[in-house]
């Protein structure tokens, strides 16, 4: 008599080892990139400081806030705490050329300084600063395609840098 492969066996050890994968990364803080964090632990209503009203900065910072549960104030007076971003800077430096000695390859930076005090005049914890690095290569046959790259290059690091600020405001308590 031939016995046939059991299937139950198979799925059975795929589900045990998908379960055990889900539980591995949630144990571990893994979170989908884009995932909100929520700001419980941060005094609210919100006021940020140091930025241009409509700087880039300023527009990604009020979205992400504003999706991670926080409400903001247009007054320091009228907030609970104070978020003051200083020394925002956005920079780049060639990392190499090419024979004709024509830059082909930038090291691009994004980098803020943050503090949080609150009404009372505490700070929970000593200004922090965050940076961002990335690499844009920018062939030389491909001008307007490699600005607009860099475009949306610069953005998705904006979003990276108030993605690290964010949480490390969350981690707060």
């Known amino acids: 008599m031939r016995r046939m492969p059991c299937i139950c066996n198979a799925a059975f050890a795929t589900g045990l080892l998908l379960l055990l994968a889900t539980i591995g990364l949630t144990g571990c803080g893994f979170q989908p990139r884009g995932q909100a964090v929520l700001l419980s632990g941060v005094p609210s209503p919100l006021h940020i400081a140091g930025l241009a009203p409509y700087s ?11 999706t991670s549960g926080a409400s903001l104030s247009e007054t320091a007076a009228g907030a609970a705490a104070v978020l003051r971003i200083s020394d925002w800077r956005s920079g780049s430096r060639v990392l ?10 930038y090291e691009l930076e994004e980098s803020a300084t943050f503090a949080l005090r609150t009404a009372d005049g505490r700070e929970p914890f000593a200004p922090q600063t965050v940076r961002t690095l990335r690499i844009l290569f920018q062939p030389e046959d491909a001008v307007l395609g490699s600005s607009r790259e860099a475009e949306l290059l610069r953005a998705d690091m904006r979003r990276q840098l108030v993605d690290s600020i964010i949480r490390r405001l969350a981690a707060t308590r």
Do not use: F
């Open 56 to 66: 880039p900065l300023q527009r990604e910072l009020v979205n992400q806030l504003e």
């Open 96 to 105: 190499s050329v090419n024979s004709r000695n024509k830059a082909v390859e």
